[in-house]
């Protein structure tokens, strides 16, 4: 069965801070990998995505990094505002397949 | 903006109260889906619509019943809930493959939905 488990459940960290999220997948075959961003009462919001043959990819002060052999993801934030206060979803899709794989969010509050 | 809108953006109904969902996307999808999302659970996939045939219906009750007029609309109706439907709904919407093999796919605002 294919399966997102995301790390920290949630998070609190201070104005300016960095901070770093994990995310372990079993999806397989592997096609790609999106990090989104979910704002309280919104929809999510793709920040990244990732394909087999990245390691890693940003957008500002997300960077995103995926082992494909350890089958592992981590989101790291860097100077961290309160803007950025959010849950942050990892996504997996299998090659082909419709289906998305969502692990359960990390929240993040940002607090200054 | 997504692109993809959704309303209302905030319904409560008692469990005997027959309401509707609606979604509507302004990207030129040809796919269109129904999410429900708990709190502190996964997103879980409720309902696919390729090309306005329903490709997916994941046991879901039947007490949700999705409608797919055209490729631009999805709609789901709601009958005789129980308080633990109680969930933020989402739409989403993608082209159903590009040339990477990826489905991205464009989340709505979500309607939260409280049943009483």
């Known amino acids: 069965k294919n399966q997102v488990e995301q790390s920290p459940q949630s998070l609190i960290i201070l104005e300016g801070k960095n901070c770093t999220l994990q995310?372990?997948?079993?999806?397989?075959?592997?096609?790609?990998l999106r990090w989104y961003k979910q704002d309280t009462g919104r929809g999510p919001v793709s920040l990244t995505i990732?394909?087999?043959?990245?390691n890693t990819k940003s957008n500002g002060r997300y960077t995103a990094t995926l082992d494909a052999d350890t089958k592992q993801s981590s989101l790291h934030i860097t100077a961290s505002q309160l803007s950025d206060s959010a849950s942050y979803i990892c996504v997996v899709s299998a090659l082909y397949d419709y289906k998305l794989s969502f692990g359960a969010g990390t929240t993040v509050t940002v607090r200054a | 903006e997504t692109g993809v809108t959704q309303t209302p953006r905030h319904l409560v109904m008692g469990m005997t109260n027959k309401k509707s969902l609606k979604c509507e996307q302004h990207l030129g999808h040809n796919a269109m889906y129904w999410y429900k999302q708990s709190a502190k659970k996964p997103l879980e996939l409720m309902f696919v619509y390729s090309l306005e045939e329903r490709v997916e219906n994941n046991s879901v009750p039947s007490r949700f019943s999705p409608e797919c007029p055209n490729s631009s609309h999805l709609f789901l109706h709601l009958h005789t809930l129980q308080p633990e439907d109680s969930a933020l709904y989402l739409c989403?919407?993608?082209?159903?493959?590009?040339?990477?093999?990826?489905?991205?796919?464009?989340f709505g605002p979500g309607t939260r939905l409280t049943v009483t």
């Open positions: 995310c372990n997948y079993t999806v397989s075959p592997f096609s790609n």
């Open positions: 990732m394909t087999f043959s990245e």
């Open positions: 989403a919407s993608s082209q159903e493959r590009d040339q990477r093999g990826y489905y991205e796919q464009y």
